[in-house]
């Protein structure tokens, strides 16, 4: 009886997949159009799936073993359950690998279940609080059936009783794990993830590479959108990259803006643009909602707008300024979903669509565009820090060794401890430099952040004009996002250079013996990865060689590296301002204050203004420059300037 079943069952639910497959990819293909390498990407999945994911997964260990044993098992026991019972092959040895297969994937299934006995707050709970049950009555179900193949039993074992029980049980299980995959349901991650994996937006991502730029817009193109208004205005494998989420929270517990009470969760928000592409609404959510939303309120289709000025729409606006581009979400993510493009997507239809960007927004963009800087400052103050440096401008000598990028640090007097402070080191160190002091303008990190992408792309484009009339090996800069931007978003648009942040630069002065350096003399010290240098370029090792150059044991916070927690100002938050329950750099100071450092380093002129934004008393905060400025020994200075020229002065 079984032998007959069991093949109708297979092949049905098979036909079911492959049917639920077709509709989905057509839904997905509701998108814009998007390049990819086809046959490349599906010949790469494999390596991207046991590699790239699995490294991602590996942080987790309980997770880790239990996927493995899981998902590896139920692919086995799925490939030779087709073989032996579908298409009738009664193999013993075929049959002891098919025991083994569903042996192994009822271990890993016993631990799926074990996790969600209790689940943390981060899992979604609904439909997969059932998925462990499917998972168990697949594996012990082909089992039970497998025993006679492999002669352990008789064929005849438990005649028609067990044969219709057996037959429920392999009903369900392929039900849930083969349909289910395409039709939806838990496992949908697993068809979604795999074919998101062979044609992600961002494949430079696999193979130990690094992709955090933002995609550029071509803001020539009048019928491509500028930014994205509704589900389809999305590219196809950005909506395939949605469908994929496993819905495991760990963005969840990652973001910032969510921990600070604020109108965010990235889980939810990718759930969101799944059920805009499908159409419907957010009742059946089974996970944590934003903080201050209640689920039931929002709904959404493919070809209506994402978020609404005039009512409920699929996201509330401040659900979007509220990100702080701080990119925890997808460094966590194991299905390597890109959440920071999503929302950024969103947000250049709300700036340059609607004109709708919060609190402050629309004056800062106005005054990039007045006035070349976000504080609409005079532009003919950008040097007054260094009036006493005599620095040496590029428009006078055409050519240098490094120019030296100000930044927007240069308008701000706290900041412009750090820019005097380096500037003493690149001295000490007789480096040959420069910068374009009049010359230069703001990078566009902000206007592109906030959705203008028409300004960053003006800025951007007049600052690349300025950087090619001047020869120069490296650009040194001691803000994070300007480093960024100049480093892997103006190429796009046809600036390539070598790019450094100041404490890379510093280490490497180290290991040239450029130096000469005493020791810190202070109390204990903690330091704080800033974003746009850690999870954006994969910079955490050199900011500590330099600080253990000069004597300081770096007191690590739990979150830390990889994992830091953002101190709030990126992505234009501080500007957009949309209020929670605490304040981000609040929460960072609570990190801190947990090691007992009496000194914060940090590497980044908005961690400086954030933490220092901290009500006291708190830990003393210094940039990186300032802590090596400090113990920098005067002596060798005079032999490294010219004999006719006076000593500048010069200030810590």
Not at 543 to 564: C, D, N, Q, T, Y
Request: hydrophobic share 45%.
């Amino acid at each position: 009886m079984l032998n007959t079943i069991l093949p109708i069952l297979l092949f049905a639910a098979l036909a079911l997949a492959v049917i639920g497959a077709a509709k989905r990819f057509l839904m997905w293909r509701r998108g814009r159009p998007a390049k990819v390498d086809w046959i490349g990407g599906l010949l790469k999945m494999p390596r991207r799936y046991l590699v790239d994911l699995h490294h991602v997964v590996e942080r987790d260990k309980y997770m880790s073993k239990t996927h493995v044993a899981t998902a590896g098992g139920f692919v086995l026991a799925a490939v030779l359950a087709i073989v032996v019972h579908g298409f009738g092959l009664h193999n013993r040895i075929l049959g002891f690998a098919l025991l083994a297969a569903t042996v192994l994937m009822f271990t890993g299934a016993l631990f799926v279940a074990k996790r969600r006995l209790n689940p943390p707050s981060r899992l979604s709970k609904g439909p997969w609080m059932r998925l462990p049950k499917s998972l168990l009555m697949f594996a012990g179900s082909f089992f039970i059936a497998t025993l006679p193949v492999a002669g352990i039993l008789p064929p005849d074992f438990g005649g028609w009783v067990l044969a219709v029980i057996l037959a429920v049980g392999v009903a369900w299980g392929v039900s849930e794990l083969f349909f289910g995959m395409t039709w939806g349901g838990p496992m949908k991650h697993a068809f979604a993830g795999a074919l998101h994996l062979a044609w992600h937006r961002r494949s430079e991502r696999f193979g130990g590479g690094r992709s955090t730029g933002l995609k550029a817009l071509d803001l020539n193109d009048p019928k491509a959108p500028l930014g994205v208004e509704k589900p389809t205005d999305f590219t196809w494998n950005q909506l395939l990259g949605f469908d994929a989420c496993v819905q495991c929270g760990k963005c969840e517990v990652m973001c910032p803006a969510f921990a600070a009470g604020q109108p965010l969760n990235p889980k939810k928000l990718i759930q969101d643009m799944v059920i805009g592409l499908a159409g419907g609404n957010d009742a059946n959510f089974a996970g944590s909602p934003y903080p201050g939303k209640p689920l039931g309120e929002h709904s959404g289709g493919p070809h209506q707008p994402i978020v609404s000025l005039q009512g409920k729409a699929l996201v509330d606006a401040d659900t979007l300024w509220s990100c702080t581009t701080c990119r925890a979400c997808v460094e966590e993510c194991p299905m390597m979903i890109e959440h920071v493009d999503a929302i950024v997507d969103m947000r250049r239809h709300l700036t340059l669509e609607k004109g709708s960007t919060p609190n402050k927004g629309a004056e800062v963009l106005e005054n990039l565009i007045a006035t070349d800087n976000p504080g609409g400052f005079a532009p003919g103050g950008r040097l007054n820090w260094a009036a006493d440096l005599n620095l040496p401008l590029m428009a006078d000598k055409g050519s240098a060794e490094v120019l030296f990028w100000v930044g927007d640090g240069a308008f701000d007097m706290r900041n412009q401890r750090t820019l005097r402070a380096f500037v003493k080191i690149l001295k000490a160190s007789g480096v040959d430099f420069a910068v374009l002091g009049l010359e230069e303008r703001d990078s566009g990190d902000v206007a592109r952040r906030l959705g203008d992408e028409a300004t960053f792309q003006q800025l951007a484009k007049r600052n690349i004009a300025t950087l090619n009339k001047y020869q120069f090996k490296t650009i040194v800069s001691c803000d994070p996002h300007s480093f960024h931007v100049l480093k892997n978003e103006y190429g796009a648009l046809g600036g390539n250079y070598q790019v450094m942040h100041h404490s890379t630069f510093i280490e490497t002065l180290l290991q040239r013996s450029a130096l000469n350096l005493g020791k810190h003399k202070g109390g204990s010290v903690t330091y704080h990865d800033p974003c746009y240098l850690g999870r954006y370029n994969g910079e955490y090792e050199a900011p500590r060689a330099v600080l253990k150059a000069i004597g300081i044991e770096v007191k690590e916070m739990e979150r830390s590296g990889f994992r830091s927690r953002c101190c709030g100002g990126g992505g234009g938050a501080p500007i957009t301002d949309i209020p929670g329950k605490q304040r981000i750099p609040d929460m960072r100071m609570v990190d801190i204050k947990e090691t007992g450092a009496e000194l914060v380093a940090v590497g980044c002129p908005q961690c400086t203004v954030m933490l220092e934004g901290v009500v006291e008393p708190r830990p003393q905060i210094k940039d990186i420059a300032e802590l090596v400025a400090d113990v920098l020994i005067e002596a060798d200075v005079p032999q490294k300037r010219p004999a006719a020229q006076p000593a500048a002065v010069e200030v810590a």
